[in-house]
């Protein structure tokens, strides 16, 4: 009913950027909040930065400052812009998107498959 697809992994050095983004498509009445978050090997997924329909943001301490979330609400698309890259942001990096599908009368979240996103020299 709803997909999220994802582009923009690749693999950086240290202190590269990369930029990532995302586009949902399907029975979408309206988004919410949509976002990037991002599970290392061994480690729980985590949040790096989302911003709701309105404009606000919000981010990870750790990419605070490095990494800009921004989004098209007519186009339903989300990105993340990541600046300043270091190994410890390797991941895999996941779009979620938290939107009424059309006829639902609650919000429903929804997860990308994921795009790789590795920081080695």
């Known amino acids: 009913q709803v997909q999220l697809v994802e582009s923009g992994g690749g693999l950086v050095q240290p202190g590269g950027s990369l930029r990532l983004s995302c586009a949902a498509s399907g029975s979408i009445f309206n988004i919410n909040r949509m976002g990037w978050y991002r599970q290392a090997p061994g480690k729980q997924r985590e949040l790096v930065a989302t911003?709701?329909?309105?404009?606000?943001?919000n981010y990870a301490d750790s990419v605070k400052a490095r990494f800009t979330i921004s989004g098209d609400n007519a186009k339903k698309t989300v990105s993340l812009q990541m600046n300043s890259l270091q190994p410890e942001d390797t991941a895999v990096y996941y779009c979620n998107a938290n939107l009424w599908v059309v006829g639902a009368n609650r919000l429903s979240g929804y997860w990308g498959q994921g795009t790789q996103v590795t920081v080695s020299s």
């Open positions: 911003i709701t329909s309105g404009g606000n943001t």
